[in-house]
C-alpha cells in the first residue's frame, strides 16, 4: 500500500514540474487553440456563455415542463441549480477530455519538430477547461 501512495504522490509532482516548468507553451497553445476554436463562428467567444446556456434550457424544458421533475419541498429553482451546478463541470471536463485526446494529433508537428515532452500534450486542454468552467 505504502509503494501505491509513493508511486500517485511521485507522480504528481512529476506532472506538476512538467506544468511548472512549460507553463509559457501551454499558456501560448491554449490562446490559440481558442482563437482556432471560434474563429470562423458568427458569434465568436459568445459561445462559451451561449453552448451552456442552450443546453441548460433544453434540459429544464425536458424535466421540469415535459416530465414535471420535482425536490419534494423545494422550488423549481432549486432543481435548475442542481442540473446545472452538474452541468458545467461536466462540459467542461467532456470538452478538455476529448480535446486532450486529438491534441497529440494536431499538435504532430510540435511532436516531431519541437523537442517536448509527450505528455506535455494532454495538459494543453486543461486550462480550456478552467477557462470553460469559469465562463459558464
Given at each position: 500500500?505504502?509503494?501505491?501512495?509513493?508511486?500517485?504522490?511521485?507522480?504528481?509532482?512529476?506532472a506538476?514540474?512538467?506544468?511548472?516548468?512549460?507553463?509559457?507553451i501551454?499558456w501560448?497553445?491554449?490562446?490559440?487553440?481558442l482563437?482556432?476554436?471560434?474563429?470562423?463562428s458568427?458569434?465568436g467567444?459568445?459561445?462559451?456563455?451561449?453552448?451552456?446556456a442552450?443546453?441548460?434550457?433544453?434540459?429544464?424544458?425536458v424535466?421540469?415542463?415535459?416530465?414535471?421533475?420535482?425536490?419534494?419541498?423545494?422550488?423549481?429553482?432549486?432543481?435548475?441549480?442542481?442540473i446545472?451546478?452538474?452541468?458545467?463541470?461536466?462540459l467542461?471536463?467532456?470538452?478538455?477530455?476529448?480535446?486532450g485526446s486529438?491534441?497529440?494529433k494536431?499538435?504532430?508537428?510540435l511532436?516531431?519538430?519541437?523537442?517536448?515532452?509527450?505528455e506535455?500534450?494532454i495538459y494543453?486542454?486543461?486550462?480550456?477547461?478552467?477557462?470553460?468552467?469559469?465562463?459558464?
Amino acid at each position: 500500500m505504502r509503494s501505491l501512495l509513493t508511486t500517485i504522490a511521485g507522480s504528481t509532482l512529476d506532472a506538476s514540474r512538467t506544468i511548472l516548468r512549460y507553463r509559457k507553451i501551454i499558456w501560448a497553445t491554449t490562446r490559440v487553440e481558442l482563437a482556432k476554436r471560434y474563429s470562423g463562428s458568427a458569434l465568436g467567444l459568445a459561445w462559451v456563455f451561449l453552448h451552456p446556456a442552450l443546453l441548460l434550457s433544453i434540459y429544464i424544458f425536458v424535466y421540469v415542463v415535459i416530465f414535471k421533475v420535482r425536490f419534494p419541498g423545494y422550488a423549481q429553482s432549486y432543481y435548475v441549480l442542481y442540473i446545472f451546478s452538474g452541468l458545467i463541470p461536466y462540459l467542461g471536463f467532456w470538452d478538455a477530455i476529448s480535446g486532450g485526446s486529438l491534441c497529440i494529433k494536431q499538435n504532430i508537428h510540435l511532436v516531431k519538430n519541437v523537442m517536448l515532452p509527450i505528455e506535455l500534450f494532454i495538459y494543453f486542454g486543461y486550462p480550456w477547461f478552467l477557462y470553460y468552467s469559469s465562463c459558464s
